[in-house]
């Protein structure tokens, strides 16, 4: 994962007209508005693995991880993909792919099922199950070894 000084990632994310603009703070300073970028969002999931523990290799598992499952977006779907027909009543969602997406809170579902598709409540959703999930170790690096030996976490 790439590191990045450290930023307070807003959470408030609006969907208006096909558009998904957010906002960065940094310092109690807004920057200016634009698309929440897939970079704001390895900041936030940095931020928030090092509560867990999970710094250097553990970080770069979870980037590789993330980066393979969702590229970091948090309007990643598998009904859009392909993986998944349009109409599914079960897909995976979201930053760490959660299947079925109710899963996570209401917070980080798609808008098309009552969510916000909100950054923040996908990685703590994600960082939970990855510290809940044996893969042998309980971690990102035990689950990314999972994905590579058998295409899913």
Not at 88 to 98: E, H, L, P, R, T
Not at 134 to 142: I, W
Request: glycine share 14%; hydrophobic share 40%.
């Amino acid at each position: 994962m790439k590191k990045w000084p450290v930023l307070i990632v807003a959470a408030a994310l609006v969907y208006a007209g096909g558009q998904h603009p957010g906002v960065l703070a940094q310092a109690g300073q807004h920057a200016a508005s634009g698309p929440v970028t897939v970079n704001a969002n390895e900041v936030l999931g940095d931020q928030l693995a090092a509560a867990f523990g999970w710094a250097g290799s553990q970080d770069r598992c979870l980037g590789e991880l993330w980066q393979q499952e969702s590229g970091w977006s948090q309007y990643a779907d598998t009904r859009k993909t392909g993986l998944d027909p349009p109409g599914a009543s079960v897909f995976a969602y979201g930053i760490a792919q959660a299947r079925p997406y109710s899963k996570m809170p209401v917070a980080g579902w798609p808008a098309d099922k009552g969510g916000q598709s909100d950054a923040e409540t996908q990685v703590r959703w994600g960082l939970e199950y990855l510290s809940a999930t044996p893969y042998g170790t309980h971690t990102p690096c035990g689950a990314w070894d999972h994905e590579t030996a058998y295409g899913w976490y």
